[in-house]
């Protein structure tokens, strides 16, 4: 089974703290997402990656950043935190055309 | 870009009726349709998925079909069960990069 493992569950910050969302994937594939959910808007796609080193922006990047410097691992990063930040973040990863595996989610609380 | 909408937001049926959701897509070069069950305070799971070439597809108790020309895929769950009560996404995608989420239906099953 893929595994993909977001190793923050709930987090609770401080406005303005440097946050850092961490996600590893075990099935060696080239694409992953870090998604924003949030109630009655979906799923929002922030940053993806298809390749080490590689991102792209999604729909809202602002405020974000990521990194990829090895294959497995994918980092979100929020500069500095701010209150309409509080979320639900997934991140995922798939190969190819084929189909998108999500992590347990981080529940992340800016204060 | 892409633009998936999804109905109803809501859904309560007794157990053992039939439930069905609708999403409907803007993009016709769409050609992969995942469907993906979320549980409280967990990570999106696909459930089953649907390709372009393919107007019907079923696995158990659950079916989904693919309507290319008026551009909308539905969700079809038979004999309902109390444990299929969660949150269920439709999603779009092209290249496999970039996957197109619907809002979200919460889906109630009344024992």
């Known amino acids: 089974d893929v595994k993909v493992t977001q190793s923050s569950r709930y987090l609770v910050k401080r406005t303005g703290e440097k946050v850092f969302l961490e996600c590893v994937q075990d099935m060696d594939h080239e694409n992953m997402f870090w998604y924003r959910q949030d109630p009655g808007l979906g799923l929002r796609l922030i940053y993806f990656?298809?390749?080490?080193?590689?991102?792209e922006k999604g729909d809202i990047p602002e405020g974000y950043s990521v990194s990829r410097e090895k294959k497995e691992r994918f980092s979100l990063i929020l500069e500095s935190a701010s209150t309409n930040q509080t979320s639900m973040y997934l991140c995922?990863?798939?190969?190819?055309?084929?189909?998108?595996?999500f992590g347990e989610g981080s529940w992340l609380t800016v204060v | 870009g892409e633009n998936v909408e999804q109905h109803p937001s809501t859904l309560s049926v007794q157990e053992g009726d039939s439930a069905v959701i609708k999403c409907t897509y803007s993009d016709s070069a769409s050609n992969y349709f995942p469907w993906y069950k979320q549980e409280l305070g967990k990570g999106p799971q696909l459930i089953i998925d649907i390709r372009s070439n393919v107007g019907e597809k079923k696995d158990q108790r659950i079916a989904v079909t693919l309507n290319k020309t008026a551009k909308h895929f539905s969700l079809h769950i038979t004999e309902t069960q109390p444990e299929d009560s969660a949150v269920y996404f439709c999603?779009?995608?092209?290249?496999?990069?970039?996957?197109?989420f619907g809002t979200g239906t919460s889906l109630t099953v009344i024992p």
């Open positions: 990656s298809y390749d080490v080193k590689m991102k």
């Open positions: 995922a990863s798939g190969q190819g055309r084929n189909t998108i595996y």
């Open positions: 999603a779009a995608s092209i290249t496999g990069n970039q996957f197109y």
